[in-house]
């Protein structure tokens, strides 16, 4: 176990991730993303930020991946339907991202070298402490997300829902 | 656990936001590029994926446990907006019987 183990996680979510937007196949991009998730579970661990490990397991690459897939094969997309656009457009977008990147890096450069993570608490991150911190400090926006999940259901439901015909 | 928390000793703040704004281009190149709407969704995944991970780093970095409390209702949001998001997916492909975002052009100016 050493430092490296952070840098060959990161290099493995890059290279996913940049699959992800490539591949033709949008089953395969849905298959590439669960491993990219799978990824960033590692970077929590390592971390040390253990409940929002679980929860990314469980909420992303459980539930969120499934229905991504569910969809994919209810609309039986998994064939390479998909007319892309045109090489002219693919270059723009490429050079956009990179520009982004590299505002972005220099932008970072103005900032002196930084410190070194160093995780001072050991149990900041675990289910213990960050309960309290939720059931205290964040009481009130954690009702109101129970509203907007509850809206996304109801809006979900509405919307997937076929339209009747008399109307 | 002290193992775990001896690896990251050393990685500096920079190479995580660096790391994150790479993922977060990935996502936005992601955007521009494809038409399929659903390739297009996984895309602002990545891109919440990344703004994820550096929270967390920030708050372990400054040790207060509310970035990790702020992850925790961007993975909410993200699972609300994936639910909406793919019924109106559904929606329009049961309408126009496929998924491309160029057949969606009538509010185009």
Same mark, same amino acid.
């Given at each position: 176990?050493?430092?490296?183990?952070?840098?060959?996680?990161? !290099?493995?979510?890059?290279?996913?991730?940049?699959?992800?937007?490539?591949?033709?196949?949008?089953?395969?991009?849905?298959?590439?993303?669960? *491993? $990219?998730?799978?990824? !960033? $579970?590692?970077?929590?661990?390592?971390?040390?930020?253990? !409940?929002?490990?679980?929860?990314?397991?469980? *909420?992303?690459?459980?539930?969120?991946?499934?229905?991504?897939?569910?969809?994919?094969?209810?609309?039986?997309?998994?064939?390479?339907?998909? %007319?892309?656009?045109?090489?002219?457009?693919?270059?723009?977008? /490429? /050079?956009?991202?990179?520009?982004?990147?590299?505002?972005?890096?220099?932008?970072?450069? $103005?900032?002196?070298?930084?410190?070194?993570?160093?995780?001072? $608490?050991?149990?900041?991150?675990?289910?213990?402490?960050?309960? %309290?911190?939720?059931? %205290?400090?964040?009481?009130?926006?954690?009702?109101?997300?129970?509203?907007?999940?509850?809206?996304?259901?109801?809006?979900?439901?509405?919307?997937?829902?076929?339209?009747?015909?008399?109307? | 656990? =002290? &193992?775990?928390? #001896?690896?990251? #000793?050393?990685?500096?703040? @920079?190479?995580?936001?660096? +790391?994150?704004?790479?993922? +977060?281009?990935?996502?936005?190149?992601?955007?521009?590029?494809?038409? &399929?709407?659903?390739?297009? +969704?996984?895309?602002?995944?990545?891109?919440?994926?990344?703004? @994820?991970?550096?929270?967390?780093?920030?708050?372990?970095?400054?040790? =207060?446990?509310?970035? #990790?409390?702020?992850?925790?209702?961007?993975?909410?949001?993200?699972?609300?907006?994936?639910?909406?998001?793919?019924?109106?997916?559904?929606?329009?492909?049961? @309408?126009?019987?496929?998924? =491309?975002?160029?057949?969606?052009?009538?509010?185009?100016?």
């Amino acid at each position: 176990m050493s430092i490296s183990l952070f840098y060959i996680i990161a !290099f493995l979510s890059i290279i996913f991730s940049l699959l992800v937007i490539f591949s033709k196949n949008p089953i395969h991009s849905v298959l590439y993303l669960i *491993v $990219t998730f799978f990824t !960033f $579970t590692i970077h929590y661990i390592l971390l040390n930020a253990q !409940f929002l490990a679980i929860v990314n397991f469980i *909420v992303y690459m459980g539930a969120i991946m499934v229905l991504f897939l569910f969809v994919l094969m209810l609309l039986n997309l998994n064939e390479d339907s998909e %007319k892309s656009k045109s090489i002219l457009i693919k270059v723009a977008g /490429i /050079i956009a991202g990179m520009c982004l990147v590299i505002t972005l890096v220099a932008s970072l450069k $103005t900032l002196d070298a930084s410190e070194p993570v160093i995780l001072k $608490t050991a149990n900041l991150g675990l289910v213990k402490n960050l309960g %309290k911190v939720l059931f %205290k400090e964040f009481l009130f926006p954690f009702e109101v997300s129970s509203l907007l999940l509850f809206s996304a259901m109801v809006g979900a439901v509405l919307l997937a829902k076929k339209e009747i015909k008399s109307a | 656990m =002290d &193992n775990i928390s #001896q690896v990251i #000793q050393g990685v500096p703040l @920079n190479h995580y936001i660096l +790391f994150s704004t790479i993922i +977060f281009a990935i996502g936005v190149t992601g955007v521009l590029i494809r038409r &399929n709407a659903i390739v297009i +969704f996984m895309s602002v995944e990545l891109m919440l994926n990344a703004v @994820n991970l550096l929270l967390t780093a920030f708050s372990v970095y400054h040790n =207060d446990a509310a970035g #990790q409390v702020f992850v925790f209702f961007i993975m909410a949001l993200a699972a609300a907006e994936v639910a909406v998001g793919l019924a109106i997916i559904v929606m329009i492909y049961r @309408n126009t019987h496929s998924t =491309d975002i160029n057949t969606l052009s009538k509010l185009k100016w």
